[in-house]
Every structure is written in structure tokens, then in C-alpha cells.
């Protein structure tokens, strides 16, 4: 089955700087990569996704990239604001409707004002 | 519009004793529903999913059950709670924006 793995598990940064998660699977057929914000306490909220037939998605202070050949994905966070504090989950499905996700473990990112 | 309601939001229950928590969608037709589960501080692992009425898969052999008796109503079951079933429990399905959560149960066994 599909396993994800998810870098660094914390990440601690300085209000306006940048932020970039790193996620890699680890099947092939995987083609649908959400990305989800878990603040504390609250479920998990989609907060961008991406579809393989495209290497990169923008969404305001948001982007993700995808490397399909390396089977590798990214969210990077640009001027980041205490707000953006939270756990980050990436995940992978072979189905572009969001079935069947498997999730990274999670990264917990702190910005510090 | 679409909509998940889950309760209770939160639960304390002793070793043993059984557990019931309801999901239920609004909104729609036939949805897929998941049952997540988070332990403190770790990632969220895919208990069961249904595609359809009583049609329930495990991903997770545990203590754990799952049932669905009508199209929008999802129910995790347990018909005695260990310690190790403490944590955060979370219905979801597939609506227009992808998988979406409902509000959690967090539970603790005591």
C-alpha cells in the first residue's frame, strides 16, 4: 500500500519568513496530493491540493510543487504570520476524488512573531 | 449545502464499557464515510469506510466496529474500550472540496 512520509515533524520560524514542508510517497499510481491545516484542538481543513497532471499550485501566501519522477511534494508558506501556527498534514491518493487518503505524520510549525 | 455533523464532541469513558459515536451528512446522496482516528501528537490513521449502506471495510484490525444503517449515518462502535482507544476521533466523507472532517470526538479512557 501507499506509505507517505512527511519532513520535519516541527518547525519553528520567524514571522515573515518562509516555511516549506516536505512530503514523499511511495506509489507511483498516486495522482491527487492534498494538503490540510489542523489548528489546535479542531479538525483538519483542506487548504490546497494537487493533481498530477500539474507541477505546482498557488493559492495567495501558499504554493505547493509536485515531482512526480522523485515522487516528492512540497508546501512552502511564504510571509508566514502567527496565525498560520498549526499542524500540517500532507497526503496521497490513487484516486483523484480523495479516496483512500494516506496521511504524513503530521508537522507541527510554530511562527513566532 | 453540504454539511457532517458528529457527536459528542467530547468523551470520557472507563475500561470496558462500550462506545457509540454518531456521523451523520447532510446535503447529499450515497457518500463515502470514513472513520479517522488521532492519537495525541500523531498523524491521522484510517480506521473504516463505507461506500455504501452496510457496507463497511476495515483497514484496522482492533476492538473497534463500524456499521452503517442508513445512507448518511456512519457509527463507530466498541463493545469494550481499552486504553489504547483513547484519542481523537474523526468522521469524514467526500464532498465537492475533496475529504472533508467533521468536528471530532475527543475520548478519553479512563
Known amino acids: 500500500g501507499e506509505n507517505v512520509e512527511q519532513h520535519p515533524s516541527t518547525l519553528s520560524v520567524q514571522e515573515g519568513d518562509s516555511a516549506v514542508i516536505k512530503c514523499t510517497y511511495s506509489?507511483?499510481?498516486?495522482?491527487?496530493f492534498p494538503w490540510y491545516k489542523q489548528e489546535l484542538g479542531k479538525r483538519p481543513q483542506l487548504i490546497i491540493d494537487i493533481r498530477s497532471n500539474v507541477g505546482e499550485k498557488k493559492d495567495q501566501r501558499i504554493a505547493v510543487t509536485l515531482n512526480k519522477t522523485a515522487k516528492h511534494f512540497s508546501l512552502h508558506i511564504t510571509e508566514t504570520q502567527p496565525e498560520d501556527s498549526a499542524v500540517y498534514f500532507c497526503?496521497?491518493?490513487?484516486?483523484?476524488?480523495?479516496?483512500?487518503?494516506?496521511f504524513g505524520g503530521g508537522t507541527r510549525l510554530m511562527v513566532k512573531p | 449545502s453540504q454539511t457532517i455533523h458528529q457527536w459528542p464532541a467530547t468523551l470520557v469513558q472507563p475500561v470496558g464499557s462500550p462506545l457509540s459515536l454518531e456521523c451523520t451528512v447532510e446535503?447529499?446522496?450515497?457518500?463515502?464515510l470514513y472513520w479517522y482516528r488521532q492519537a495525541a501528537g500523531r498523524g491521522l490513521q484510517l480506521l473504516f469506510y463505507s461506500v455504501g449502506i452496510g457496507q463497511i471495510s476495515s483497514e484496522v484490525p482492533q476492538n473497534l466496529s463500524a456499521s452503517r444503517p442508513q445512507d448518511r449515518q456512519f457509527i463507530l462502535s466498541s463493545k469494550k474500550l481499552l486504553l489504547s482507544d483513547s484519542g481523537f476521533y474523526l468522521c469524514?466523507?467526500?464532498?465537492?472540496?475533496?475529504?472533508?472532517f467533521g468536528s471530532g470526538t475527543r475520548l478519553t479512557v479512563v
Open positions: 446535503g447529499t446522496s450515497n457518500p463515502n
Open positions: 469524514a466523507w467526500i464532498g465537492i472540496a475533496g475529504l472533508s
Open positions: 506509489d507511483s499510481a498516486s495522482n491527487y
Open positions: 497526503a496521497a491518493s490513487i484516486n483523484n476524488a480523495g479516496n483512500m487518503l494516506t
